[in-house]
């Protein structure tokens, strides 16, 4: 076979191609979760109607987990820049983030923030909408 290129006895330029990529490389700080924890904020039936221990005295929102893989090291940031937390936040349970007297000034802000890791170690953070403040409630926010 004659590699040199055509009218010379020079060889021709080897043409050199990029790889071909499989794909779209994706752009995450960190890997997609298998089973992505699913938590809400949502209002207890009566203040201290609960019977979780992780849920304080007198609270009546809280944050609970419906499923997923259970969320570790959950901390809730509140406005007056004091966090509540738990180290594990199993499916079905809950966390207090609020009594009747702190309600208001959560309603104003609208979110809260919610830090927690993951499964697989990595830190990640959430935000969730604050729910209007039910009748039940609004004689005793304030």
């Not at 609960?50 to 499923?67: F, H, M, Q, W």
Request: with cysteine.
């Amino acid at each position: 076979m004659d590699t040199a290129a055509s009218g010379t006895d020079q060889p021709s330029d080897v043409v050199h191609r990029a790889p071909r990529t499989l794909g779209r490389i994706r752009s995450e700080r960190a890997p997609r979760l298998r089973r992505s924890p699913r938590f809400y904020l949502t209002y207890l039936d009566a203040p201290q109607a609960s019977d979780d221990r992780s849920v304080a005295a007198g609270s009546c929102l809280v944050l609970r987990s419906i499923g997923g893989d259970d969320p570790r090291l959950v901390e809730v940031r509140l406005p007056d820049d004091s966090t509540v937390g738990t180290a594990r936040l199993r499916r079905g349970s809950s966390v207090g983030i609020a009594s009747p007297e702190s309600l208001a000034a959560l309603v104003s802000l609208g979110t809260v923030f919610v830090d927690w890791t993951s499964p697989d170690g990595v830190r990640r953070a959430s935000w969730l909408r604050v729910p209007p403040i039910p009748a039940r409630y609004r004689g005793l926010a304030g």
